[in-house]
Structure formats: structure tokens, C-alpha cells
Nanobody
Framework: QLQLVESGGGLAQTGDSLKLSCATS????????MAWFRQAPGKEREFVAA???????YYEDSMKVRLTISRDNAKNTMYLQINSLKPDDTAVYFC??????????????????WGQGTQVTVSS
């Protein structure tokens, strides 16, 4: 089980960019599929992006032009760059890890461990 700690959230204005980080403390990071999800108030948790252990990247279709997900296995850290922020991006962003069946890459239930989340608030 990995302990995941997100950081990099905060208050932003429309059009700004943020880079979120998800750090882990254990060496098995490189053997894990990693993903970002988000949850806005009153809404269900939704998939944002994933970086599988084989390096393949996946993005939520409506957001993909604004997103870059990456991972540094040497630093046990995953990142999410979000550009052109919009008020609709306001949510708690969570990182997750697991050994995930390919078909469930975008499914929150496929991931074993979660961080506590980092709040992103975008003002208009």
C-alpha cells in the first residue's frame, strides 16, 4: 500500500495554470498505475488523467487539450499540469494508485489507494 500526498492546489484565476504533484514514500511506485480524479461539490468523483506503469497516458476527453500528466519514477512522484483553468475546474483533486486492468483505467473503483486530495479553486 502506498501513501500518497497531493500538493500544488490553491486559488487561481480563469486562464491560469497549476501543476499538481502526488508524492509517494515507497519504492513500488514504478510498478503502479497512477491517476488523477477530481470531485466538485455535489458531484461524483470523475476521471481526469492516468499514467499507467507502462508509460501510456490517458486523458478525460473534454479536458485533454489542457492537461499534461507525467511521472518521475526516480522521485516517486506524479504530476498534473492544468492549463487555461476555468471555474468548472474547481474541485478537490485526488491521486490514486493501483495495478489496474486496462479497461478500468478511467474507473475510480479500479484503484487501491488514494491521497487526501488537494483543493483547486478557480475564480472568474
Amino acid at each position: 500500500q502506498l501513501q500518497l500526498v497531493e500538493s500544488g492546489g490553491g486559488l487561481a484565476q480563469t486562464g491560469d495554470s497549476l501543476k499538481l504533484s502526488c508524492a509517494t514514500s515507497q519504492g513500488s511506485f514504478r510498478q503502479k498505475d497512477m491517476a488523477w480524479f477530481r470531485q466538485a461539490p455535489g458531484k461524483e468523483r470523475e476521471f481526469v488523467a492516468a499514467c499507467r506503469r507502462d508509460g501510456h497516458l490517458y486523458y478525460e476527453d473534454s479536458m485533454k487539450v489542457r492537461l499534461t500528466i507525467s511521472r518521475d519514477n526516480a522521485k516517486n512522484t506524479m504530476y498534473l499540469q492544468i492549463n487555461s483553468l476555468k471555474p468548472d475546474d474547481t474541485a478537490v483533486y485526488f491521486c490514486a494508485e493501483g495495478v489496474v486492468i486496462l479497461s478500468r483505467t478511467r474507473d475510480a473503483s479500479g484503484y487501491a489507494d488514494w491521497g487526501q486530495g488537494t483543493q483547486v479553486t478557480v475564480s472568474s
